[in-house]
């Protein structure tokens, strides 16, 4: 589980303050030795396995500027700082730096689709604004404020990506990022080992807009999601978006296999043709053209902005290695985007389809009929092969092709590689179905 912020012993405002000095005059910093630069600060966090205080002395060896402690038998010099907690001192040092800021700052959480909206909204951005956001996915509790500590003086909006993974985490975060502007992209049945259901899962994002609502903030809602009517009552700043009834409206055209949207809102007629995969990044497009804007960004520029943006990372990319087709969205999954892509690969003109399917992480007690529910969703389709991956699906295989791990697919995969196909490779990160994409390649 997830650390939450200031659980430990508050390092004074003083000593912030003078912390946040230091940070001015080297305003680098670094949690991992390997990635240690000259000058940076290093914050030697402590894990289940690890700790960071014995490393002090290498990474002021390494040249940092100054090493962050909290135990005091570390200490050598006057470049090793004590705090009371080195987490709780990374955290507090990060809000302070946020405090310094009269800026939009854009958080993001949700079930599904976080980072590429937050990739889709920072582009937008960017056409106009000098925009900071999380890099890749450190949206945990040392992911958001790394991040917070990135943003320069020039900055002129953030975009903060919130993952997680049980309640109060997204309280947390805000207590440290303040945004001014929320998105939740959706609440689905995500971690719902840590959440305790769907209704924890609304719960849990919803502390995004609990916040905003205390502190006169602005949320960009979907609505197309009729839940988050309901769990954004009372926050009286509200920009719609979505299919229809809101004030920035879109539809999703028919293409061969890329995304396309037809913006329809009034003076912002526009096609965007998009190099995602799937329709059910319509939203993620849609809060993107929102932002963009809401802030005052034309929609060329909108739009030249969205069709630059190529995903990476295994999250909804289309690739071609010989005369296959792969779809690769395995970065994570869970039952709403697992049903989302299959019924998306499903409809679309391609033949010869292929799955290519990992189980799914965090499920909790739900583990087991998740799984045999979502062997019952796949069955209802024509495909030309399925494969099912991980012990997650053992009991409910019915008749596809199982393995155990990712390592024994990719070895049937590599011994009768599939010719002239269409695959879509999905699955939690856990089971490390890339490695079947390699197999393909090899």
């Known amino acids: 589980m997830r650390g939450f912020l200031f659980l430990q012993p508050k390092i004074s405002a003083l000593d912030i303050a003078q912390l946040y000095q230091i940070y001015l005059q080297h305003p680098s910093v670094q949690t991992d030795t390997r990635k240690l630069q000259q000058g940076d600060i290093f914050f030697a966090l402590k894990g289940p396995n690890f700790n960071g205080n014995t490393l002090a002395s290498q990474a002021l060896d390494q040249e940092a500027s100054y090493a962050i402690i909290d135990e005091e038998e570390y200490k050598i010099g006057d470049n090793c700082i004590l705090v009371p907690n080195v987490l709780n001192a990374l955290q507090q040092l990060a809000k302070y730096h946020r405090q310094q800021f009269r800026i939009p700052f854009i958080a993001i959480t949700g079930s599904n689709g976080k980072t590429t909206t937050k990739e889709l909204v920072t582009t937008v951005l960017s056409q106009k604004f000098t925009t900071y956001a999380t890099e890749g996915n450190l949206n945990n509790h040392i992911g958001v404020p790394l991040t917070l500590l990135k943003i320069k003086s020039d900055a002129q909006v953030a975009v903060i990506e919130m993952g997680a993974n049980h309640q109060k985490e997204v309280e947390s975060y805000c207590e440290i990022a303040l945004p001014t502007h929320g998105i939740i992209t959706n609440c689905g049945k995500a971690h719902i080992e840590g959440f305790g259901g769907e209704d924890g899962v609304r719960k849990g994002k919803g502390e995004l807009y609990r916040f905003l609502k205390d502190n006169n ?68 497009v849609m809060v993107a053209v929102a932002v963009g804007l809401h802030f005052g960004i034309s929609i060329d520029e909108i739009k030249n902005g969205i069709e630059s943006y190529q995903p990476d990372n295994s999250r909804s990319q289309l690739l071609k290695i010989g005369n296959n087709t792969i779809i690769l969205d395995a970065y994570n999954a869970n039952p709403t985007s697992m049903r989302a892509a299959i019924s998306n690969f499903a409809a679309s003109p391609s033949g010869n389809k292929i799955l290519w399917i990992g189980g799914m992480k965090e499920m909790g007690n739900d583990e087991k009929i998740e799984h045999e529910e979502l062997v019952k969703f796949i069955e209802q389709f024509e495909w030309k092969d399925v494969v099912l991956v991980g012990k997650e699906f053992e009991s409910f295989r019915k008749n596809f092709r199982w393995f155990e791990t990712s390592n024994e697919a990719a070895l049937a995969v590599k011994s009768n590689k599939p010719e002239s196909t269409c695959i879509l490779i999905k699955g939690s990160r856990g089971n490390r179905m890339e490695n079947l994409l390699e197999a393909l390649k090899s």
Do not use: C, W
């Not at 719609?240 to 809102?265: Q, W």
């Open 217 to 284: 903030g602005t949320v960009f809602r979907n609505v197309d999601l009729s839940y988050l009517e309901e769990m954004a009552k009372g926050i009286s700043d509200q920009i719609l978006y979505g299919s229809a009834n809101a004030k920035y409206i879109g539809r999703t055209l028919a293409d061969e296999m890329f995304l396309k949207v037809a913006i329809l809102s009034k003076n912002a007629e526009a096609t965007i043709h998009t190099n995602l995969v799937g329709n059910y990044n319509f939203p993620n």
